[in-house]
């Protein structure tokens, strides 16, 4: 099976950022500049209003304020850009389990296994997870789609970003077409330098290199030409790796649930339907955490009411019934009794569990196969074919979570 790889790319970001925080800003022509007290500090982001204006990112201060008489200069404010990009990376991960972060504004994203809800249509995916982005967060998003990262990346760069649809999709049966004519400086990976050796051998498209012998590129420059003439084909192995976001983060679920739960045996079924899906990813994505959080608030504006403890265990783990456990402690010490709204359970410290060490006499062995189990038999038929018999209450969520993409529906 192709796989499907989204490169979200944020437009402007910096700058369309400043706009979201300072509404007053909307219709003006804005850059974020390095240091706008000296003049000659540089762009770093330029609005597409400051953009018609002629307007450059890299250019100084200096040249664009010539341009553009009205250019609003916002100091760069690093910390709040993170914060969106987190939040960014967020949203993502309601359509995917596998959201790789490859710059502040730049997100790879694994569908190939989220296409679904979509009818298989990694078209639809894009334009709802673009429409998605623009209404939480008020930032312009572009994908470019493809079965590798690198074409995702270059049918972002070259195609989307200039088409007003601002979506666009590489396959093997386009590039040919598309992306061979282009120009050699437009394939992923090659420099200023590396553009005129190419084009000292007589190679100015990409389609030139695609059709050059292999073993000369590979004589001159190792491992790089034989790099370089494989993304010329789009072909690249990489995958996309949620591991570095996931485990600064945890893995999490939360729930707005229909209505206020009064009891603990209707916040219990919740909880443990939370705890299962949390150490389903957990286990999905290879890892095991040590620390586990639990939370909980009440809808009540006039008595806001609400916690959010943790509690480090011993040992690390990927089991729903360790999870559950704890953030049932959890709730018998922190909850004091308000109606209940909205619960969160989330596995944070995690490490990689494929090292792990094993014990001979492994308490968990039995658990863990019956863990493979029910993960091997919910990805063939699907979320939510085996509940626990408590998921048979009114309270439970369980059904409702299988109509949902990552806990928020579709
Ligand atoms: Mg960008």
Redesign the pocket.
Known sequence: MDRVIFLV?????YANVEKVFQPELENKPVVVAGNPDIRNGVILAACPLAKQWGVKTTETLWEAENKCPYLVVAKPRMQVYINASVEIAAVLEMFSDAVEPYSI??IFVEMTHSLKPFHGDPQKAAVRIKRHIQRMLGVHARIGIGPTKVLAKMACDHFAKQSSAGVFTLSQDNISEQLWPRSIDHLFGVGRQMERHLRNMGIRTIGQLARFPLEPLKKRWGINGELLWRTSHGWDPSPVTADTHIRRKGIGHHMTLPRDYYSWKEIRVVLRELSEEVARRARKNGCTGKVISAEASSRNVQVPAKFHRQVSLDHDTNDGKVIYDAAARLFHHHWDGYPVRSIGVTLHQLTNDTFRQLSLFHPLQEREALHQTIDDIEDRFGSGTILYASSLTAASQAHLRAQKIGGHYK
């Open positions: 790319d944020m437009q402007s970001f504004d730049e």
